[in-house]
């Protein structure tokens, strides 16, 4: 089935030590997004790839950055993780084209990130 | 800034009930999406409407879409304990660039659904 693969569901690291979590889609989507969810709270947008172009919203932190080497992959690095940064992260593609535009998005299941 | 809020913020209710569930906005939007979020797992889609309807069915969701007073429920009819989820309204908004597909999301509403 075609879906959206977030790995590992659960990542630990230290205090300051980089990490990356990765984002793999069989749905060939052009876009491709990265949320934060903190607990209770509603998903927040860090960045978006349209094909290769990177979107970055203008609150994220410079701490956090994103690969998209290709269609079926994109990465999220997190330089020097701080206690805030601890959160669930997101991916999700959509198909956005000049004839079908504001498209559902389709979430992976998430990576919960622990800092230790 | 928010675009979005819901209300309620957290309903319990019994099986076979109705579950109402309300977002408000602010800015003028391209579509309203509907998504349930069960716990510890990623967001699902439910239901989409654009700025020129009014109302949607899916199944057991009902849908509508007031732009003049910038709201929009989700009606859950007969519900079940499997409803058990967070509902997020999320919209896109008219913007140029690259902005088409860009989500903002309510604060939710988490229902419970007794058996």
């Known amino acids: 089935d075609a879906m959206v693969i977030q790995n590992p569901r659960y990542q630990v690291t230290q205090f300051g030590k980089p990490v990356t979590l990765s984002c793999s889609q069989t749905l060939n989507h052009n876009v491709m997004y990265w949320y934060q969810q903190k607990s209770s709270q509603a998903p927040k947008l860090l960045f978006h790839y349209y094909d290769k172009d990177f979107n970055n919203e203008a609150d994220t932190p410079d701490n956090f950055q994103s690969r998209r080497p290709n269609t079926s992959f994109c990465f999220l690095d997190i330089r020097s993780p701080g206690l805030g940064d601890a959160a669930m992260y997101l991916c999700?593609?959509?198909?956005?084209?000049?004839?079908?535009?504001?498209?559902?998005?389709?979430f992976g299941d998430g990576t919960r990130l622990s800092i230790l | 800034s928010q675009q979005g809020e819901e209300d309620p913020q957290a309903l319990s209710i019994q099986e076979g009930e109705n579950a109402t569930m309300n977002c408000s906005y602010k800015t003028s939007i391209n579509n309203l999406q509907w998504y349930r979020q069960n716990s510890g797992r990623g967001l699902v889609h439910l239901i989409l409407i654009r700025s020129n309807e009014r109302e949607k069915h899916s199944g057991r969701l009902r849908v509508t879409l007031d732009t003049s007073k910038k709201s929009s429920s989700l009606l859950i009819t007969a519900s079940r304990a499997a409803d058990t989820a967070s509902y997020f309204c999320?919209?896109?908004?008219?913007?140029?660039?690259?902005?088409?597909?860009?989500?903002?999301f309510g604060q939710g509403t988490i229902l419970t659904v007794h058996p």
């Open positions: 999700a593609t959509s198909r956005d084209t000049q004839g079908h535009r504001n498209q559902p998005q389709h």
């Open positions: 999320a919209t896109t908004i008219n913007a140029g660039g690259t902005s088409y597909g860009k989500l903002t």
